[in-house]
């Protein structure tokens, strides 16, 4: 990906930030586009990012206008007062969110955000499509890196056990969250690479405190969309990477046979880093599922660019 014309790209997109009172609480969140965009997408991120994690893959539609809410707990948006932050905690956030902000929006959810985008829908949500990137198709504890996740939890229980001060130093290691961004990048692209870390180094700590830190962790390993696949029924894309360590390519091929209307493309050569190693792939993926199953969404529009865009 050019890191220059990603951003040329996003620059090019009339953006502004707005907050809405939701579930009790502030929510932020993001409008790209136009409002008299014919179709509108509402962005779900994942675990520890926030909305700008999705932004290259923003920077590659075209013809959409898009919603995209920092979760409670993470970047601007405040924990919800006086709750867990379990699932359905956020299932019930984004469904009063999408009520509200964006009825009717097409709910695309990344990672931890497909698990919270999967239940949402499953219990009501109230969208014609539904697209899920890096889904989380497999028990997290049970996975390749099944060893590295129950690290993962002492990491975080011990990040939630420590004096406040300590437990938050040690959640916002920055030697800790470039390891992590290390495990999760494919790309052998330096300036790619430098990229991906950079968004990780500005974006990954942004949590409110450690304690929603916890308890969105323990969701994002107690869960998985295969829980809430039977129940969705409307048309749903699954955008997978065959060298993603948290769910296996053999379990989102299985994954895709749970719902009762889905089709599966796989993106060959990167890993859990879709958004930020092939944003371009991703966003043609939705076009296309969009022009396909929509006759009022935008047709596909293929712009210059190598495929690794």
């Known amino acids: 990906m050019s890191i220059p014309a990603y951003s040329e790209r996003l620059e090019a997109l009339p953006v502004a930030h707005h907050e809405a009172e939701i579930a009790g609480g502030r929510t932020s969140y993001w409008v790209y586009g136009s409002d008299d965009a014919p179709v509108t997408l509402l ?5 520890r990012g926030d909305h700008h994690g999705l932004e290259p893959v923003v920077a590659h539609l075209r013809g959409v206008r898009v919603v ?3 979760l409670p707990g993470f970047g601007l948006t405040p924990p919800l007062p006086g709750r867990t932050h379990d699932i359905d905690a956020y299932a019930s956030w984004l469904r009063e969110f999408a009520a509200s902000v964006a009825p009717g929006a097409i709910v695309v959810g990344h990672s931890f955000g497909s698990i919270v985008s999967a239940a949402a829908v499953a219990s009501g949500l109230d969208t014609p499509r539904l697209v899920l990137v890096n889904p989380i198709g497999a028990p997290a504890l049970e996975g390749p890196r099944g060893i590295l996740t129950r690290l993962a939890v002492l990491y975080y229980r011990l990040g939630a056990w420590l004096p406040r001060a300590a437990g938050e130093a040690l959640l916002r290691n920055r030697v800790i969250v470039r390891a992590m961004s290390i495990s999760m990048a494919k790309t052998r692209d330096p300036a790619l690479r430098r990229f991906v870390h950079a968004q990780h180094d500005a974006y990954f700590s942004g949590f409110a405190d450690r304690d929603v830190l916890l308890d969105a962790f323990v969701t994002s390993v107690s ?27 053999e379990a989102e091929r299985a994954l895709r046979a749970l719902f009762p209307d889905a089709r599966l493309v796989e993106i060959a050569g990167v890993g859990h880093l879709i958004h930020y190693e092939t944003p371009r792939q991703a966003a043609e993926a939705i076009t296309d599922f969009l022009a396909e199953t929509m006759p009022a969404a935008p047709t596909p529009s293929r712009g210059p660019g190598p495929s690794a865009d």
């Open 43 to 47: 962005l779900v991120h994942g675990f």
């Open 68 to 70: 995209s809410p920092d």
């Open 223 to 249: 869960h998985d969309v295969r829980e809430f696949a039977a129940a969705i029924d409307v048309p749903t894309l699954l955008i997978a990477a065959d060298r993603d360590d948290i769910t296996p390519i």
